[in-house]
């Protein structure tokens, strides 16, 4: 079980001493939201952070959603600046890119992974499974950290992990969107093993102790 927490809605002032803290109660693996503007009505960070994330803190896996409809540019500038797990929208392109961008994860020693919108069928990811290393079913609609967990994703995720268990595989299975003390649970009973965390970790400050109480709840 992973918990990455999103740093989207953290204080990025602050940015240095909560990845800290985090890592300090055991966060090996942080979430790092890319908007466009175009793809979401949002948006957030470039390469340079993910680039000075890895200078900082080389040990810990940087994440990145990718909320954008140009992969073109963007993907290997991403790659380039340190990714270690890239994973970008299947509606965002058509299939015959989806397979080419995950082909070039994987070239480039970048574990590639697929995100579903919550109205995307689960069953898109028939085709694209055998290229993937995660799998992250968005729980809320992308673009925003503090949104309602969508109940009826629940549903989604066992659907999601009964076609990776036949692919006989590991692939991790990711939810994103209003995770928190409650929904982890759901989740995990559904069949995730890795949580995307924002506004739940980082909205009181005190980011260890809600570390180790979701880890609680998953123990
Ligand atoms: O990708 C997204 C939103 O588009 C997420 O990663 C959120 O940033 C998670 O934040 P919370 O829902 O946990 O506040
Ligand atoms: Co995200």
Partial sequence: MIIAPS?????????????????EAGITRFHIDIMDGH?????????????????E????????????????????AFVQAGADLLEFHYEAMDEGQVSYWLDYLASNGVRPGLVLNPDTPVSVLDKFAPKLKQVLLMTVYPGFGGQKFIEASIDRIKEARKIIDQTGSRITLEVDGGINADTIKLAKDAGANVFVVGSYLFKDGDVAGKVNKLNEILA
């Fill in 7 to 23: 740093i989207l809605n953290a204080n990025n002032l602050q940015l240095g001493n909560d990845i800290k803290k985090a890592s």
């Fill in 39 to 55: 793809f979401v009505p949002n948006l957030s960070y470039g390469p340079q952070l993910v680039k000075d994330f890895k200078r």
């Fill in 57 to 76: 803190f080389p040990m810990t896996d940087a994440e990145i959603h990718l909320m954008s409809d140009n992969p073109k540019d963007l993907i290997p």
